[in-house]
T-cell receptor, first 112, second 112 residues
Framework: AQSVTQPDIHITVSEGASLELRCNYSYGATPYLFWYVQSPGQGLQLLLKYFSGDTLVQGIKGFEAEFKRSQSSFNLRKPSVHWSDAAEYFCAVGARDDKIIFGKGTRLHILP | EAQVTQNPRYLITVTGKKLTVTCSQNMNHEYMSWYRQDPGLGLRQIYYSMNVEVTDKGDVPEGYKVSRKEKRNFPLILESPSPNQTSLYFC???????????FGPGTRLTVL
C-alpha cells in the first residue's frame, strides 16, 4: 500500500543549528515527492518538489531535499534554521494521474 | 496573484444546520480537492474533482457533498453537520492530479 512516514512528530533545534526532517515512502512507481510547510494559522505552502532528474532539489527559504531511491527517502535539510522556520512540515508523495498522499507531519520547534 | 480562496475562514454552527464552504481558484487548474486536518491524523482527502462536472470520493467522504459547475469553484457542502465534523478544512488545486497542489488558507469549522 502507498504510504508516507514521517518518523518524528516533534523536533526541537536551536536557532542557527542545522536541520534534517525525515521522510520515508512506500510507492509502486517512481513517485513525485513534495515537502510543504504550514505556519500557524496558515495553509500549506510548497517548499520544494521532485519529479525526476537531479536527486538533490533546492527549494524556497533555503531548504533542500535529497531523493534516495535505495532508501525510499526524501529528507528535508537546512544548514542553519531561523526562528521563523518554526512550523509544521509535511512530506507528500504522488504520481501522474494519482492522488497525493501526505505524511502526518513533523512540528519543528526552535530554541532561541 | 495566483491564489486559492476559501470562505468563511471561521465558522461556528449547530448540529444539523446546513452549511457551505466556498472555494475558488484563479489559476485555471483542472484538479481541485478538499481535505480535513485533524490533530494526529494529518491531512485526509474528502472529495476531489478532475474537471467540471467530474467529482469523486476521497478517503473520508461521509457527511459531505461537493459540486463542480465551473472550473474555478469547488464548494464543500455539509447538509447536516455533526460535532465529529469539527475540523480545519483546506481546499487545494493543481494543474493535474498528482502534481503540486496550491492550498487555500483554511476554514476552521466548529459544530456544536
Amino acid at each position: 500500500a502507498q504510504s508516507v512516514t514521517q518518523p518524528d512528530i516533534h523536533i526541537t533545534v536551536s536557532e542557527g543549528a542545522s536541520l534534517e526532517l525525515r521522510c520515508n515512502y512506500s510507492y509502486g512507481a517512481t513517485p513525485y515527492l513534495f515537502w510543504y510547510v504550514q505556519s500557524p494559522g496558515q495553509g500549506l505552502q510548497l517548499l520544494l518538489k521532485y519529479f525526476s532528474g537531479d536527486t538533490l532539489v533546492q527549494g524556497i527559504k533555503g531548504f533542500e531535499a535529497e531523493f534516495k531511491r535505495s532508501q525510499s527517502s526524501f529528507n528535508l535539510r537546512k544548514p542553519s534554521v531561523h526562528w521563523s522556520d518554526a512550523a509544521e512540515y509535511f512530506c507528500a508523495v504522488g504520481a501522474r494521474d494519482d492522488k497525493i498522499i501526505f505524511g502526518k507531519g513533523t512540528r519543528l520547534h526552535i530554541l532561541p | 496573484e495566483a491564489q486559492v480562496t476559501q470562505n468563511p475562514r471561521y465558522l461556528i454552527t449547530v448540529t444539523g444546520k446546513k452549511l457551505t464552504v466556498t472555494c475558488s481558484q484563479n489559476m485555471n487548474h483542472e484538479y481541485m480537492s478538499w481535505y480535513r486536518q485533524d490533530p494526529g491524523l494529518g491531512l485526509r482527502q474528502i472529495y476531489y474533482s478532475m474537471n467540471v462536472e467530474v467529482t469523486d470520493k476521497g478517503d473520508v467522504p461521509e457527511g459531505y457533498k461537493v459540486s463542480r459547475k465551473e472550473k474555478r469553484n469547488f464548494p464543500l457542502i455539509l447538509e447536516s453537520p455533526s460535532p465529529n465534523q469539527t475540523s480545519l478544512y483546506f481546499c487545494a488545486s493543481s494543474y493535474l492530479r498528482g502534481h503540486e497542489q496550491f492550498f487555500g488558507p483554511g476554514t476552521r469549522l466548529t459544530v456544536l
